[in-house]
């Protein structure tokens, strides 16, 4: 059934093509826009006609397309930091220019996006936003890591987590939500030490763009946001490399051509070193215990990016890339034990630890059909898997007699997928940039597994339970035109169609999708957008921390899609060259959101995880106000968002409609670069926002072996004493609020220029006032001795006050 609908769509695309073909006084202008120096190619590089102003944008390879009227034309390439260049020539035929700007001397080095003011203004696409690689390094960062993900929770309509992580909350939608990409390949955990930091490595990173509503027909598959990032391509004229040294981990990448202006590859490697440091004190402590006992903790984590490019000629372009990365935290014990008078010698071994990781792969061609026609064929794997495990042996020998034992206990889960994709872009006309394609995706999803071993002299055994893999195919397919009408209006327009097969049950969905950009002058425009989007997959979550017990979860015959609409509205104002002023307002509204049940968690999981959860709906709607300022020595942004975000689920609160955990009235995000010299640069960020909704009991019950449910003004110990326990009753979720939540960070930058490289030396502090800003919040019993009772207090934990760090950057 898909097939046949592709079919149709295909022929559709023909349809729409044909009126095209016989205007013979046009030609198509094609090619690809690259730096000169590294030749890298260059995304949303703007290519026009001089005289008409008309023209496009290089694509996510490089590839640009522009269909001009036969004659004499000056067609222009522009890109932020780069000289321009101009091509002027007669139009007979389809012709073949390739751009290779040079970076001028004075790079615009702290720019929101690198497609500049005026041409946000006059895209048809709206709540959209691109962060510049440069930005992201110059940003301080808890410890001194650059993270790209931290750097998008400063943008308007994005919030974190708790404290220091790196969860992405999107306009009112879960973590969950947000389809993350990595050079098109979804990633399904981000997070690394235990979500502190992301597990994207900025020196390998080409570009980063999020999508907060009004998504194009080409996305789907989640309701909140799109995060796609873009793996460097590798440099084509020499070999070049970039590293750092820093608090908890290093980094060093390579890249550069194996044949020259023909093919390139890209390495990236980082790993924190906690446990190394660690290793010789933990050493030298057993050693100075004595005895026949060791015992060694550690944790870290490391990640691997590579990729290959290979230009085969103008039509034909090659690419592999591939990303891996892993966490592992772990326990070591050693023992020894000898009773010489009962003949009785004893070695004890144990392993306990927690592990997590992704891996993605991706293989992509790409084809020029005709100057007007460009097509992206790609082969895609991921996998994210989780791991807890504990294993123990003993060998005991007793007299002649020998006996081994060993247990071992393992829970996973896993989430693995493969998929194909093949996607098209169509210039017909000038007023038009027609995009088509389809995408399907095996999943195999493991919602967790337990396996438990147990071997000795007298038993043997290997049991294996939980839920079991659940097989599922996922489809879609998109049809989207950019459509200039008239001199003012642009819009585009498209159709997402996707279904998701599991267990003999078929889900459909039908998307409309729809952006629209009125040019009220030259330097103001007015937006707006209507998208429905709908999520086959689900995660489990149970806590703020971002641990890997989170799990990842397929609809089912019983539960069903997450389906969301979301309209938005706005203006953007261009002041100069240097200023931009946008403001959106937007309503989102989903349905069959998933959560645990009351009283359920992942640990409840040993039975079907599908009785253990309940589905809702939710609700947001907010304003958001972004102004930026991009120039050569300072630039940054003002950002604001006042929004409002619900849930409502039938097994929790009593039915009642409750605040989101993530619930921020009001969050402000004010961020500072400044250059001072070629010797000097630094950076700083305030952030300020209303403190995320908690549940906290009501009231309290005790229950021992003669009371049960006696209501308690006060805590008595004695029912401690005597067996008794307490109960915490909630009226209502999320009913209370933690502490406001404000901090200021910055950084201090030193770079130098060596004779063979360039070092930057970075200081800096993360809450610098030492805001004791609230990780949780529980419920804790403190004696009072004027009363000779006990009282029921909410205490806080802070977990990042003032925390220093410093950082050594090269590049040669």
């Not at 930005?135 to 404290?163: F, H, N, R």
């Not at 490595?201 to 027909?217: E, W």
């Not at 290793?279 to 057993?286: K, M, R, V």
Request: charged residues 20%.
């Amino acid at each position: 059934m898909p097939q046949k609908r592709f079919l149709t769509l295909i022929t559709a695309i023909a349809l729409i093509s044909f009126p095209v073909i016989s205007q013979a006084q046009r030609y198509a202008i094609r090619g690809h826009v690259k730096d000169k120096v590294t030749g890298e190619t260059l995304l949303s590089a703007n290519i026009y006609e001089a005289s008409t102003t008309k023209g496009t944008v290089s694509n996510n390879y490089g590839f640009y397309s522009i269909v001009a009227s036969a004659g004499k034309v000056n067609i222009v390439c522009s890109y932020i930091g780069y000289q321009p260049q101009m091509a002027e020539f007669d139009l007979r035929n389809d012709t073949l220019i390739n751009f290779d700007l040079e970076p001028t001397l004075e790079l615009a080095e702290v720019v929101i996006t690198d497609k500049g003011p005026q041409q946000n203004i006059r895209s048809s696409q709206m709540s959209m936003l691109e962060l510049p690689i440069l930005q992201a390094k110059q940003l301080p960062v808890l410890l001194g890591e650059v993270d790209i993900i931290k750097s998008l929770q400063l943008m308007p309509g994005v919030q974190s987590g708790s404290e220091g992580s790196t969860g992405l909350y999107v306009r009112g939608g879960g973590p969950d939500q947000n389809l993350i990409l990595l050079d098109g390949v979804p990633v399904y955990n981000v997070n690394h030490l235990f979500g502190f930091l992301s597990v994207f490595n900025a020196d390998a990173i080409k570009s980063v763009s999020l999508i907060k509503g009004g998504f194009p027909a080409r996305y789907g598959g989640r309701l909140s946001s799109v995060i796609d990032v873009r793996m460097k391509e590798g440099n084509m004229k020499e070999i070049h490399g970039d590293g750092a040294v820093g608090v908890i981990s290093s980094q060093l990448t390579l890249e550069g051509p194996i044949i020259k202006d023909k093919t390139s590859f890209i390495i990236s490697g980082r790993r924190s070193y906690l446990d190394l440091l660690t290793y010789p004190f933990q050493l030298a402590f057993s050693k100075r215990q004595g005895g026949d006992y060791t015992s060694f903790a550690g944790f870290y984590f490391y990640d691997l990016n590579a990729k290959v490019n290979h230009i085969f000629n103008e039509n034909n372009r090659l690419f592999l890339s591939g990303y891996m990365g892993r966490d592992n935290f772990y326990l070591k014990t050693n023992s020894h034990t000898d009773y010489a008078a009962d003949n009785y010698t004893s070695d004890e071994e144990s392993r306990a630890g927690i592990d997590w990781g992704n891996a993605t792969l991706a293989l992509r061609w790409n084809h020029v059909f005709t100057p007007r026609l460009f097509s992206n064929l790609t082969l895609t794997f991921s996998d994210f898997t989780f791991e807890v495990g504990a294993e123990f042996s003993e060998d005991i020998l007793q007299d002649t007699m020998e006996t081994h034992n060993e247990q071992e206990f393992r829970y996973y889960s896993r989430i693995r997928d493969y998929g194909l994709q093949y996607d098209f872009e169509y210039n017909p006309l000038p007023s038009h940039y027609i995009r088509y394609g389809f995408k399907n995706t095996l999943h195999t999803f493991s919602p967790g597994i337990m396996v438990y071993n147990i071997v000795d002299s007298d038993l043997a055994m290997d049991t294996t339970f939980g839920n079991e893999d659940i097989p599922a195919n996922e489809f879609m397919a998109y049809l989207e035109d950019d459509i200039q009408i008239g001199k003012r209006l642009k819009v585009n327009a498209g159709i997402h169609y996707s279904n998701f097969y599991l267990e003999d049950t078929l889900y459909h969905s039908f998307e409309p999708r729809i952006s629209a950009r009125y040019m009220v002058n030259d330097d103001w425009s007015i937006k707006a957008s209507y998208v429905k989007m709908t999520q086959y997959m689900n995660l489990l979550a149970n806590s703020t921390l971002g641990l890997p017990t989170d799990l990842w979860i397929p609809c089912t015959r019983n539960i069903h899609p997450q389906r969301a609409w979301q309209v938005a509205a706005g203006a953007a104002v261009a002041i100069g060259n240097e200023y931009e002023i946008t403001l959106e307002g937007f309503y989102k509204k989903m349905s069959n959101l998933v959560e645990y049940k009351e009283g359920s968690s992942f640990f409840s999981l040993n039975t079907d995880w599908e009785s253990v959860v309940t589905q809702g709906e939710g609700e947001s709607y907010g304003f958001e106000i972004f102004a930026q300022k991009s120039g050569k020595k300072t630039s940054g942004w003002i950002g604001y968002t006042l929004s409002w975000s619900y849930r409502q689920f039938e097994d929790i609160s009593y039915g009642r409609r409750f605040p989101y955990k993530y619930d921020r009235r009001h969050d402000i995000a004010i961020v500072l670069t400044h250059t001072f010299s070629d010797k000097f640069n630094m950076g700083a960020n305030w952030v300020f926002s209303t403190g995320n909704a908690l549940t906290l009991g009501d009231e309290r019950f005790v229950s021992h072996h003669f009371v049960m449910n006696e209501m308690m003004t006060s805590y008595d110990p004695m029912y401690d004493y005597f067996g008794g326990s307490y109960t915490s009753y909630f009226e209502t979720r999320n009913s209370f609020r933690m502490p406001l939540y404000h901090r200021l960070d910055w950084s201090l930058n030193f770079p130098r220029q060596r004779r063979w490289w360039k070092e930057t030396f970075s200081v800096g502090v993360y809450n610098t006032y030492g805001r004791r800003n609230p990780y949780y919040l529980y419920e804790a019993s403190v004696y009072n001795e004027l009363t000779n009772s006990s009282e029921t207090v909410i205490k806080q934990v802070s977990l990042l006050t003032f925390i220093p760090f410093i950082r050594y950057g090269f590049t040669f």
